[in-house]
């Protein structure tokens, strides 16, 4: 069952931004550590940005840091994760869960296109 549901993203030029956000559906997402999450097509997912709990301890994939920002709202139940001079190669389905993930718990994701 689905713990998230992700909104944003799109086709973005290289260089762009984008911003993407999910709602989370169970109350102990406050409680909980949470991530953003890629697949490229072809590849295995993979963890882009992780956030404690509280917001006070994030890890980045080398990949992304420096351009990405992973952000919560405990009160709203709400994860974001914003984007900053977009490369082709963040072309991606973006998904947000837990850490550790759940089994069976992937939402549809949200598509974010780099490409010009």
């Known amino acids: 069952q689905a713990q998230f549901v992700e909104s944003g993203g799109g086709l973005v030029q290289p260089g762009g931004s984008s911003r993407l956000s999910c709602v989370a559906s169970e109350s102990i997402f406050s409680i909980s550590e949470a991530g953003w999450y890629r697949q490229a097509p072809g590849r295995q997912r993979e963890l882009v940005a992780r956030i404690s709990a509280a917001g006070r301890n994030i890890i980045y994939a080398d990949s992304v840091k420096g351009r990405f920002t992973i952000s919560r709202d405990n009160a709203k139940m709400t994860l974001s994760l914003h984007m900053n001079n977009l490369r082709p190669e963040d072309t991606a389905v973006y998904y947000c869960?837990?850490?550790?993930?759940?089994?069976?718990?992937w939402g549809q994701g949200a598509q974010v296109t780099v490409s010009s």
């Open positions: 869960n837990f850490f550790p993930v759940p089994p069976n718990s």
